[in-house]
Each structure stands twice: as structure tokens, then as C-alpha cells.
């Protein structure tokens, strides 16, 4: 019970679910409500569960590479929530990390060759890879770490995008049932969101982290530019996030949409705008902590905004 408890936790299975929860709404709650004639859609929810199984698959072997290679700075930073070599032995993490990347893989290539579009295969063997660099090098150098883990929190979104038969001509409608030019439109919006936020919550989680990474020789944003620089850069994207939310809500308060637009101003922006402000006044790892926390419900508060399309 223990062991299969440690491995949940070294998995990060609430990530994990909220990745499935962002697709499946996305899928659900978006995309089915564009569908210009549904009697004519095709049904391939089935397939689309294996596209979600691969993304969780793949993001579960990420967390484990990430853990495996981060074990010594995990301990300065959360010693009381390290797994790797207390409960579940390095060589096992590394068995585990490539069987899931495996399957996760597999299920992409046959996902892929059902629906005729290679770009989730082909998008997803760079996720493992990008996943595997990341835990390797990227994680401890100035930015790229960040802007990869977003980019990827991005993909989520994205993928579904390609898995429904959207492509890159988004203003030919000849061989799709659904608008696909308000389809691309709304993928930038969530899958630009996610990135934004993500961004912001992964350079906030390296101020939590600044101790442990210096020890271990990292080259995070505040250990090269310092803590008040970082806080700026911080601040600067929590602005750009706050500010194109609203643009957004203007736009469906002309429209009608009332009710997302109040939901949107009280669980995403506001909460955006007080994190903005404590940010200023942070200090401590459990300061950041509570930051990182805060911009994680925000995010899942965003992404469960798409609820209101079913109505």
C-alpha cells in the first residue's frame, strides 16, 4: 500500500488528471458544440480516450525523469516529499520512466494512423525527448526549462486540436463538419493561457526552489538575475495575463455571455490580480509555495470556463 501510494505521489497523479480533465472538456464542452451538424460526426470517442491515455502517459514518465535526476536538490528543497530511493529504488524509476514513454508512444502512433495525422506522433516522440532534456539540462538554465514545461502545458491543449482534424488552412471548411476558424481561435485563446500561466508558475516554483538549485550549481532566473528582477519578469506576465483576459471578457460581455464573463472576472482575474499584489511581499519558500498554489487554481479555474459552452 505504501509503495503503490509513493508511486501516485511520484507520478503527480492530480497533474495528471488535470491534464485529462483539460482535454476531455476541451473536447466535450468545445469542439462538440461547433460541430455544424453532429448527426454527421463521426463517433471516435474511443480513440480520443487513447489520445488522452498517451498524454497522461507521457507526462507521468516526465514527472518521473524529472524526480530521478533531481533527487539530491529535491532533498534541500522537500525533503519530506522525496520518493526516489526512500520507497522506490532509482533503477525502478528509470524501468518505469520508459515503459511509460513506451506505451505512451505506441498508443500516439496508433492514435495517429487512425485519424491520418502524423503531428500528434510526431509532436509527442519530441515531448518525451523534450521531457528527458529538460529533467537533464534544461531545468537548471535560464528560462528554456520554463518555456518548455509551458510549451508543453500548451500541447494539451493543442493536440485535441489535430485529434478533432483541424489543420494549419483553418479557413477551408471543405472536408470538416465544424467551424474550424472559431475552433483555431479558441485553441490559441486556452492553449496561449496555459502557456502564460504555466510560464508564471514555473518561475515562481524556481524562487521556491532558489536554495536547493544554487547548491547544485543551476542557472534559474533568480539565481542569475537576482530575486527583484525575477519578480519583475513575474509581475510583467501576470500584467499580460490579467490584461488579455480582460480584452477577452470585453468581447463576450458585448456578445451576451454574461455569466462566463462574471465567473472569469471573479475566479480568474481577480484571483490573478491578488497573487500580482503578494507577489511584492513574498519571501520565503512557503510564500511562493502558497503563489505556486494559487496560480495552479487559477489555471484549473480557467480551463473549467470552457463548461460554459455547453450552455
Not at 533568480?222 to 477577452?248: D, E, N, Q, R, Y
Request: glycine share 4%.
Amino acid at each position: 500500500m505504501k509503495l503503490t501510494a509513493a508511486f501516485f505521489k511520484l507520478i503527480r497523479w492530480p497533474n495528471l488528471f488535470f491534464i485529462a480533465l483539460t482535454q476531455l472538456l476541451f473536447y466535450y464542452c468545445v469542439f462538440e458544440q461547433l460541430l455544424l451538424d453532429p448527426l454527421l460526426h463521426p463517433k471516435n470517442h474511443l480513440l480520443f480516450y487513447l489520445l488522452i491515455a498517451a498524454s497522461v502517459l507521457i507526462a507521468a514518465a516526465g514527472y518521473i525523469i524529472n524526480d530521478y535526476f533531481d533527487l539530491q536538490i529535491d532533498i534541500v528543497n522537500k525533503p519530506g516529499k522525496v520518493v526516489v530511493d526512500k520507497i522506490i529504488k532509482r533503477r525502478w524509476t528509470i524501468v518505469w520512466h520508459w515503459l511509460l514513454s513506451g506505451i505512451g508512444l505506441l498508443l500516439s502512433f496508433y492514435v495517429s494512423r487512425q485519424v491520418s495525422n502524423w503531428v500528434i506522433l510526431i509532436a509527442n516522440v519530441f515531448c518525451v525527448l523534450l521531457l528527458w532534456f529538460y529533467s537533464t539540462s534544461f531545468k537548471k538554465k535560464l528560462l528554456s526549462g520554463n518555456i518548455i514545461i509551458a510549451a508543453l502545458t500548451a500541447w494539451v491543449v493543442v493536440v485535441v486540436y489535430f485529434f478533432c482534424g483541424a489543420s494549419f488552412d483553418i479557413w477551408s471548411r471543405s472536408n470538416n463538419n465544424f467551424n474550424e476558424p472559431k475552433f483555431f481561435k479558441l485553441t490559441i485563446l486556452y492553449a496561449g493561457f496555459a502557456f502564460i500561466v504555466s510560464l508564471i508558475r514555473e518561475v515562481i516554483k524556481d524562487l521556491e526552489d532558489k536554495e536547493g538549485d544554487a547548491r547544485y550549481h543551476g542557472k534559474t532566473m533568480p539565481i542569475v538575475w537576482g530575486v527583484p528582477a525575477t519578480k519583475v519578469f513575474t509581475a510583467v506576465w501576470l500584467v499580460v495575463a490579467i490584461a488579455a483576459l480582460s480584452i477577452v471578457q470585453l468581447y463576450a460581455w458585448q456578445s451576451g455571455w454574461w455569466r462566463i464573463v462574471l465567473y472569469s472576472v471573479v475566479l480568474t482575474i481577480i484571483p490573478l490580480i491578488i497573487i500580482l499584489k503578494k507577489l511584492y511581499t513574498a519571501s520565503t519558500p512557503a510564500a511562493y509555495h502558497q503563489l505556486s498554489t494559487g496560480i495552479k487554481i487559477v489555471m484549473l479555474t480557467g480551463i473549467l470556463s470552457m463548461l460554459f459552452f455547453i450552455f
